[in-house]
Each structure stands twice: as C-alpha cells, then as structure tokens.
C-alpha cells in the first residue's frame, strides 16, 4: 500500500513539474506548470487530429485557451513529441524517430540551464543556480496572443520588430496573414497589416495611449507604457488588479479583441474589439477627408478640399479621397484651419520634434513648403512636443471618445473665405429667431418632438425642409432631413396601390422615385396605430445616429397634419422571409449567400450592442425586417420598438410587451424583461429559419407536435442535426460549416439568457474561432417533458403563420 502512495506521488511530481533541468525532457502526457499554477506548458492536439505542438495555456480554464505556441509551423505528425532541454542550454522538440522539429540555440554555452514557466505565462530558459543569467524568453517570440508583461518590440534603426501573428485558422496555428506591431516610419505607430497593407492603424501615441482608439474602458483595468529610445521602442501593458485575468488576441480575420475571463460566465468576455466600424478601417474615406459614423454620408472632404472624383463620391464610393480646391503658395499667407476630437492621421510620413514648445509648432510647420499639419506630440505635458505631416492627409476620423486637435494647411483665400461665412452666419442668425420660435410652436402643437427645431434653407427642388434636433435626452440627437410631404406624395405616385411594396404592424410602406433618380421606401404610419407617434419619434432619432453597412438607412421623415412618414433607402430586393419562405425564391439563395446573411446580421447587431455610441436593443428582430440590397446583403430595419440602454445598464424591464411572437426570448414574453440576450434569442430563430427554410410561426411537426425550435432540439440530442437543413442546400453546403451554425443557433436559443452567447462572442463562432460549448435546451421548448406546453402542442392546427408585432401585452 505503502510503495503503491509513492508511485502515485512520484507520478504527480513527475507530470506537473516545476521546472526542467539539463538533459530532462517534456512528453506527450507531462506538463510544466507555474508556481501559483496560473499556467500551464506541455504538448497539445486539436481534435481528432495527429499533429502535435508545445504550447502554454491557461490550467483553470476550460475549454482550453492556448496562449502560446512554439513549433507552430511544425508540428509533430503520428509521433510522440519530446521537448528537451540540453546540457549546453539549447530547446528542443523532437519527433518519435528523435528527428528535430524545433530548436532553440542558445548564444553562449550555460552551465547549469533549466526552464521555468512563470506566472506573468512567460516561458524562460535560465543560467546559474539563482537563474540570474536569463538565455530566452518565450514573450520575446509573440504568437497571436498579447500578455500582461509582454512587449510588443521595433527597432528603429533596422525596421525590423517583434509583433503578435495570427494564426491560419482555429484549428492551425501556423502563422497567419495578420501582423499587430509598431509601424516606425515617421512617428511610430501601432498597426494592424495584412502583407504590406495597412488593415488598421490605432494612431500615434499621445502620452498615454494611442490617439483615437477608444481605450478608455481599458484604462480602469489596465495601464499602457511605451518605452521610446534611440533603437528602440516598446509597449507592453500590466493589470491594475491582480486578479484580472485579461489577454489580447489577433484573429485569423485580422480583428483585434481584447477579452476578460469572467468567473460568473465562467466564459471569455469581449470588452474591445478593432476594426469596430467603417471609419476604423484604414483609409476609409480617401485622401484628405474625415470619417464620421455619426453623420451620413460618414466620409466628408475636409475644408479647403473637394472630392477628386464628384461623381463616384456622390454614389458612395469615397476611395479617390478629395483634393485641394486653391493650391498652397508657401511663402504668401497660407494659414491653418483647426480639427478638434479627431484621431489623427497616418504618420508614416510625419517628422516630429520633442523639444519645441507649444508656440513654435505652426512655425516650424510654416517654415517647410511641404508640411501640410501639424499637432502636438504629447498631451499629457502641457501639449508639447510637435507632430508635423507631409503630403496627404491620410485615416482621419471623428473620434467621440478621445481624440487630439490637429492643424491643416490651407490656402488664404480659404481662410479668407470662412471668416466671410462666419459674418454671414451670425448675421443670418438674428433673421431666424423668428423661425426657430414658429418651428417650436409647430412641432409642439404636432406633439411629436419635446425640443426646438431649427428651421434652415427650403430647397424646393429635393423637396428638403431643415434638419431639426430633439433634446428630450441626455444629449442632442441631430434628426434626419424633413421632407415636404407633398414631394414625397408625389415621389410615390400618391401612395398608389402600384407602390406599395408590403404593409407591417404600424402600416404600409411605398416605393418612391425622387427627382433626381434615387429610388426610397416610404413607410406611412397607420392613422389606426395607437402607438405610431412614440415608434415614429424613437426611430428617428436611433436611426439618424446610427450607421453600419448592416443596418438600413434612414433618409429623412415628413410630418404634415396627421400624416407621419419614414423615408429609407430602397432595398431591391425586399425582406428576407420574401426569399427564405417561398419555394421559388428561396432558389436563389444557396448557402455562400445564406451564410453571408447571418453573418451581415450577426454584425449588425454587434454593432448595435457594443460598437455604436449607443447600446441599442432592437426588440422585433425577425425576418420580415431583415431587408436585402442589390447584392444581397443584409440590412436590418423597423427600430421602431427599439430601446436605448446607457452606461452599465445591461437590464430594464417593461409591463407592455411589444415584438413578434416565436422571435421572442421566454423572460421577455412572460416577464417583459429584455436585454441585449433578447436580440440574440431572436438571432438565434433568425439562423435556424434560414438553415431550414422554415417559419419559426407556421412550422408544426406532424409526428411529435413540435415548434420549430424544439424541432431543432429534438434532431441536435439524436444526433440528427442534418435532418434540419434546407433540401434545396444539399449540394452546396459544406458539413461542418452548417453544422456549426445550427449549434450557434441553437447557443442562442437558450431558454436562460446568461446562458446565450453575446454577439460579439457569436461573431467569432461564425467564423469558427472558438470552440463551442454544448447547448441546453431551447427557450419555450415544447417537447413531451415540459408539462407547460405539451397540452398545446398537440394539434398542429394550434401553429399559426401571423407575424404581425403584437403590444400592450401586460406582463405577468
């Protein structure tokens, strides 16, 4: 008994060691772990597959989250790994025929080597008794994955630097196609590439963080360094509280998330993610323009520019950027023209000077005929320093979180020019108190808006009343263009019956022709609607705000006696339940373009929830209000039932139940509590219709009396998850894609929101970069064990096929 505890003990000694000394080696079933055990070192497969890595991960979290990875691109196949350290202080992988995988020579000859793998989960090779002479670093060859304490390195002598890869895929670690590291070609900055392509660039730093990127979030969890010499520079970051468990990750896509292990989720929380929108991708706009999500169009020529190209920037497409309307003389008064909250631009080519003051920037800018803008170099010493740029002006946007003032150079004819707009505006202004106060009384006799409007120019030919602003929140939120109701009439052939492309819960919508071509959908509000005049103010003034190639574009409203109208882009191709639920239609959508769909979707909503300046919970996502464009992507509608949720509400609850029923998360339905989960459940329902071709509201099984849902469920415990797929995709769908997508589905589905992925995490398991934990089961499951439902399910009679978004439920 006795010598059997002494096997058992030299076994756990022997697999988890603490370090690994000369001659000593690491096998397939031995690990390394850190001394608080926070890490863990050893070899690892993925799956079913035969090749072999050494890599760290975390040892308390499951499923396991590899954050290292040394042979990376060669694996070890069909073998039995070994890492060996030598007695001269070289790392070896070898495979089972003791051939070389992967080698680490150290550059001098060690005496007493060993490895250790540290608690920061940084792996070291050490010299000496004590470990004083350090031989390597595993943080010194970055992976995809960026660690407290690790530094992200370029030396600005060579060019040449150290940076997080990603990977090829989830399932391969091999280096990818994506680099995150320090750009050093004129003010050093950090980059996201792709090849030699900058994909996205968060900006110079400032001082204490990168200008424009929205880390304010990260700054009560983290404190960013940058370490600047003459050959070098570096950044690496620490948690403010040791009990953070945080790491930064570069996907096989490009994204950059940063992401926080939460012990009540017992999950990985996404808390910031880059590219977040349009404007993050670099150069987004062209050359000399500024990129704003909050406006439409979001890209705009800075003044003093005009776009190179009118044509092609009045159809959207802004890649020629925009040029200078007076070329600059140098010597004969150019001047200056000020951008305030902006993340600046592109400095690959800028020069910079850490000594000049305050004053002298816009002289040393002056004095160089080349030099286009300048701005200062540090923001938290009394804004010294200086940043000059030549040549375009390249990746500016608004930023609202954060962001710098900048400098451009303009000719002083243009100067000359806005300081003769200004007279006029402020002349102008007193001529319209008039107005403002007529508009106010207008529009509050009308009820439809709690705030002044200003009235401005009437452009009868686009039949443009004014832009108009309601205040009736925290802060302003800038309305869309009010339209002349009797040119929007007129647009739509009187609201003829020939027009009307569909009718919804809060009326009919019209197709209408503008004067100058552009093609709109009018939604004319029911006169019948009890509810009209709230949904009608909410969604102006979310839509306005909010712009994401996935969500629909509001162009304007009309409001005249007791007509209320919406005016949106036109969407050729209609709604999504018109080609998912037709047996025709749905023809023409194989599974590249379904699959593009809930993709397109899944974005939207992301950008709803996290990316937007305003979180937003939809309320009635479903198919009907998932419009296509030309080319089939998806554009989500209607926010009419749309909330807005402000600082760290992540919950509200109301006693008037509003959306469709079966696209309605269960805690909603019964309770009326909804939350960001809300909009997932029905994501969830949205996946699973388009992989079935199947209505959530008119599907019965006729053998088992089951919802569709249930359905689902029932197929995914027997292990017949195929059976749920569309027949007209059966031979253009790849197994394991779409299976993975009814398990996402299913994810969503769950009946207890904690238990539903967030869309960001959703995102990533589209893509499959993540492995996914097993669903429960579905919300509002109707299968023979849950008494609640089984009486009502019995007669498929009892499904029905009305979509109509229902209200002034009362919640029990």
């Known amino acids: ?93 070898l495979d089972g025929s003791r051939g070389i995988i992967w080698i680490f020579n150290a550059t001098r000859i060690a005496e007493k080597p060993f490895m250790q793998l540290l608690d920061s989960g940084n792996l070291v090779v050490k010299d000496g008794e004590n470990g004083e002479n350090l031989l390597w670093e595993s943080f010194d060859y970055p992976g995809d994955t960026y660690l407290a304490g690790m530094k992200i390195k370029s030396n600005l002598v060579t060019g040449s630097y150290r940076s997080l890869t990603s990977w090829r895929n989830t399932q391969d670690p091999g280096v990818g196609d994506f680099s995150y590291h320090i750009d050093t070609r004129g003010f050093p900055q950090l980059v996201v590439t792709k090849g030699a392509t900058v994909i996205f660039r968060a900006g110079p730093w400032t001082g204490n963080m990168f200008s424009g990127s929205s880390w304010l979030r990260l700054q009560e969890l983290l404190k960013f360094s940058l370490q600047f010499t003459d050959k070098e520079i570096s950044l690496e970051y620490e948690t403010l509280n040791s009990s953070i468990v945080t790491r930064a990750v570069l996907t096989p896509s490009g994204i950059t998330q940063r992401l926080v292990w939460l012990d009540r989720t017992r999950g990985w929380e996404i808390i910031s993610t880059h590219p977040m929108d349009q404007c993050e991708y670099y150069a987004f706009c062209g050359a000399n323009s500024k990129c704003d999500t909050v406006n439409y169009p979001i890209c705009d020529c800075l003044e003093g520019f005009t776009p190179k190209f009118q044509a092609k920037w009045n159809s959207l497409d802004w890649t020629g950027g925009c040029v200078r309307i007076q070329n600059l003389s140098c010597q004969n008064g150019d001047g200056f023209l000020k951008h305030t909250g902006v993340k600046l631009p592109d400095t690959s080519s800028s020069l910079f000077d850490k000594s000049k003051s305050f004053d002298e920037c816009e002289t040393l800018c002056l004095q160089n005929c080349s030099c286009t803008a300048y701005a200062y170099l540090d923001v938290t010493v009394g804004m010294s320093g200086c940043l000059i740029w030549f040549g375009d002006i390249l990746d500016l946007r608004k930023h609202t979180d954060q962001g710098q003032d900048i400098y451009i150079r303009v000719a002083a004819s243009e100067l000359d020019h806005r300081k003769s707009k200004r007279n006029f505006n402020s002349k102008k202004l007193a001529g319209t108190l008039v107005g403002i106060i007529t508009f106010i009384i207008c529009i509050a006799i009308l009820g439809l808006v709690k705030s002044s409007c200003i009235q401005r120019k009437k452009n009868e030919k686009s039949g443009i009343i004014n832009h108009c602003n309601d205040k009736g929140g925290e802060e302003d939120i800038n309305l869309a263009i009010i339209f002349d109701f009797s040119f929007i009439s007129n647009a739509t052939n009187h609201f003829s019956q020939s027009n009307k492309l569909g009718e919804g819960g809060f009326g009919p919508v019209y197709k209408g022709l503008l004067a100058g071509g552009q093609e709109i959908a009018v939604k004319r509000l029911s006169n019948t609607s009890g509810q009209g005049t709230e949904e009608f103010k909410n969604e102006v003034m979310l839509m306005a705000r909010l712009q994401h190639r996935n969500l629909v574009k509001l162009l304007g409203c009309s409001i005249f006696q007791d007509e209320k109208l919406l005016i949106y882009e036109f969407m050729p191709n209609r709604s999504l339940d018109y080609f998912i639920f037709d047996s025709m239609q749905s023809k023409l959508l194989d599974w590249n373009k379904r699959f593009q769909i809930i993709d397109g979707i899944a974005r939207g909503l992301l950008y709803l929830h996290q990316d937007s300046r305003l979180r937003i919970i939809h309320r009635d996502l479903k198919t009907s209000n998932i419009l296509l464009d030309d080319e089939m992507n998806p554009k989500i509608s209607d926010f009419g039932l749309a909330r807005i949720f402000r600082g760290d509400q992540v919950e509200a609850k109301t006693k008037r139940v509003m959306g469709t029923y079966g696209y309605m998360p269960p805690e909603y339905a019964v309770h009326g509590s909804f939350s960001t989960k809300s909009d997932v459940f029905s994501f969830g329902v949205i996946v699973l219709e388009i992989i079935s071709g199947r209505k959530i509201r008119g599907f019965c099984d006729p053998h088992h009396h089951l919802n569709l849902l249930s359905h689902a469920w029932r197929l995914w415990i027997e292990e017949r998850p195929q059976e749920l797929i569309d027949e007209l995709l059966a031979d253009s769908v790849i197994p394991s894609e779409i299976l993975r997508l009814i398990h996402v589905g299913l994810l969503c589905v769950q009946q207890r929101p904690e238990n539903r992925p967030n869309m960001s995490s959703v995102v990533i398991m589209l893509k499959g970069e993540k492995v996914l934990p097993k669903p429960s089961q579905p919300g509002f499951y109707t299968g023979n064990d849950n008494p609640l439902f089984s009486e009502s399910s019995k007669n498929c009679e009892r499904c029905s096929t009305n979509e109509i978004s229902i209200s002034l439920i009362e919640a029990r």
């Open 1 to 93: 008994m006795e010598r059997n505890k002494v096997l058992v003990m030299c076994c756990v000694l022997f697999c988890f060691m603490p370090t690994l000394s000369k001659n000593q080696s690491i096998q397939d079933d031995e690990t390394l772990v850190s001394a608080g055990r926070i890490f863990e070192a050893g070899f690892f497969s993925f799956g079913n597959s035969q090749s072999q890595y050494f890599g760290i991960w975390y040892k308390s979290i499951s499923p396991r989250t590899i954050v290292w990875v040394a042979n990376r691109d060669t694996p070890v196949e069909n073998s039995k790994p070994i890492l060996k350290l030598t007695d001269q202080g070289n790392l070896l992988i």
